[in-house]
């Protein structure tokens, strides 16, 4: 029956990353129109959003710093998503584990070598993220309160705490904006060669192929039970409150260590201004992408090119870089449209 | 704590409570909007996408033709317009509700700045809706200037609450709408056509968001400006949550939220209060009233036993 389901999840992750690019020629198509309405010619206003995106080295830098958050995040939904755990929180775990990142950064580096005040950051903004997320999973675990609404409700909670650390207790000092001191220089990720990317890059491969090899553990074979058939699983020695919770907590600690990322390789401060809606991004990639890894992969470099594309877009041809969100919006639409009923997790 | 009390008291005037009265009806129009959307069973997260269209829509056709209530029925039908699309994947395609409902959030705001952004130049500002004349009623003390010096909009706003509240629970669409959110199944059974009236359900929704968005640009403010509905999309979603679908309990919610927004630039003065996150507590609220139902549920099991 394992060999059936895996096969049938294959031609699945087949046609749903095909189905990722048929919704995105889409969408082009539609937003050439959109571009030739406001009065510019398509042909060039294309041409800077591919140049933008993935034309250079620098180009595919730029894109790959808009990537890594969004795709460590998505990798770490996965599991709640096959799980029929239906998390949104990434998006307030994220603001919090940068949070905790940056401050664990600034109080540390004076005492301790860059290296350890780096890893510092790195767990300090997992942990941020992970206890974000131990509310809604406890109250869904145990009281059975649907988690859709809770985490919502959790992201604003951590976008006003932050605005008000950022402006009161955590603010630093002679900062201009809402924001933290600045990270000290050696606590900045190393950059790749002469570009703007960081060894962070070096990260994303590691855990794709984490995620891909605990789908083939027993564990991993258990989650996805879990999701198709509650009671099923429970049979085959799945405990309902370890997956939810663990599930939960896993993706929140993966939205933890995407803020971290954030702070120490491209803001190298923390801003109130940190939410960038990547954490709802990435939840609506892996549920449209059904929990699989490589739909998942493909939609995170796709929407990380669209953004570097808009901006080089606004700069290039003068189309305000609110363009991505028609984009965005237009290939999430279009992709569910497409996987319809009986298709969704 | 007396010094604190009369700097609350300072706080909480007349004047805080008409400015209060005055934030509550976009919030409170959208809100009304997406209890009928939730009534039938839909959860309406585009709602923000639709309020931005609708802002967007109504402020450039009252801009271009110089007629407010032009330009409110433009955002209501801008708002009704992204509906459409909600409909079709949510309800006749049965596609993720939160997926199609984020993806036109994006869609929406997208659309709503960048035509702004495009357009900018020749989209004139105006003065907004002014105040309705009720003479010596608006002299009466407190009630005068809380209810009868307020702009059109929020009398319209009046109106539709108690004509929605009506429709929800005298007429055969309210009870329809209730029953396919109860139990699609058994509505289907009983013969309701279930698509239909959600489709309906979620029509209005986008009509409330829309008629709350223009409500800013157009009723309060004469202007657009990038994410100017800040959120209050997702506000009307956490009041619906917090008054479980209701009507007359979503008025009580925004009026209460409009009234803390209105004084947290005064409480900016009160020390000790962390203004930054007052914003937060309809959010609180929402797990708070989650929290407290499961645990009444858990008694009632426990009792059953």
Known sequence: ?345 | MSWLLADLAAVFTVGTLASGVRLAVPTALAAIGEAISQRAGVFNLGIEGMMMVGAFTGFAVASGSGSEALGMLAGGAGGAALAILMAAGSVWRGTNIIVTGFALVLLGQGLANLLYAQNQESLKTFEPLGEVGFGPLADIPVVGPVLFAQNAVFYAALVLAVAVALLLARTRFGLEADACGADPAAAVAKGVDVRRTRTLAVLAAGLFAGLGGAAITVGSVGNYGSNITAGKGFVALALVAVARNRIGWVLVAALLFGTLEASQARLQDVDGIPVELLPAVPWVAVVLALLGLAIAHVVRLRRAA
């Not at chain 1, 985490?151 to 009161?168: I, Q």
């Not at chain 1, 890894?293 to 700069?315: C, N, R, Y």
């Not at chain 1, 290039?316 to 363009?323: K, L, N, T």
């Open chain 1, 1 to 345: 029956m394992r060999a059936v389901a895996i096969s049938a999840g294959r031609r699945l992750q087949g046609s749903t990353s095909a189905s990722l690019l048929l919704a995105t020629v889409a969408a082009l198509a539609v937003g050439a129109l959109l571009i030739v309405i406001v009065g510019v010619d398509p042909v060039d206003a294309y041409r800077s959003v591919w140049e933008g995106s993935v034309g250079s080295l620098d180009a595919l830098a730029q894109t790959s710093l808009r990537m890594a958050p969004l795709l460590i995040m998505a990798v770490g939904l996965i599991p709640a998503l096959r799980a029929g755990v239906f998390t949104i929180g990434s998006e307030g775990q994220f603001g919090i584990g940068a949070l905790t990142a940056g401050l664990a950064v600034l109080g540390v580096a004076p005492h301790l070598p860059a290296w350890l005040a780096i890893v510092t950051g790195a767990l300090a903004g997992a942990g941020g993220g992970l206890v974000w997320a131990i509310g809604p999973a406890l109250l869904r675990a145990f009281l059975g309160i649907d988690e859709i609404l809770t985490t919502f409700a959790f992201n604003f909670m951590a976008t006003f705490l932050l605005l008000w650390l950022l402006n009161g207790p955590a603010r630093g000092k002679d900062a201009f904006l809402v924001q933290t001191s600045p990270t000290p220089e050696d606590t900045w990720l190393p950059t790749l060669g002469d570009t703007v990317a960081n060894i962070g890059l070096l990260l994303l491969p590691a855990l794709v192929l984490a995620m891909v090899a605990f789908g083939r553990t027993p564990g991993g074979y258990r989650v996805r039970l879990y999701g198709a058939q509650p009671s099923l699983a429970a049979a085959a020695g799945a405990r309902h409150w370890r997956v939810v919770v663990l599930s939960m907590l896993v993706a929140g600690a993966a939205a933890g260590i995407a803020g971290w990322i954030q702070i120490a390789g491209v803001d190298r401060a923390v801003f109130g201004s940190v939410f960038r809606g990547y954490g709802y991004l990435a939840l609506a990639l892996v549920a449209l992408g059904r929990g699989q890894v490589a739909p998942t992969v493909l939609g995170a470099i796709l929407f990380a090119g669209l953004q570097t594309g808009s901006e080089a877009m606004q700069l290039g041809v003068g189309i305000s870089a609110d363009f991505v969100f028609v984009m965005q919006g237009l290939v999430l639409y279009l992709m569910a449209f497409r996987g319809g009923r009986g298709r969704e997790l």
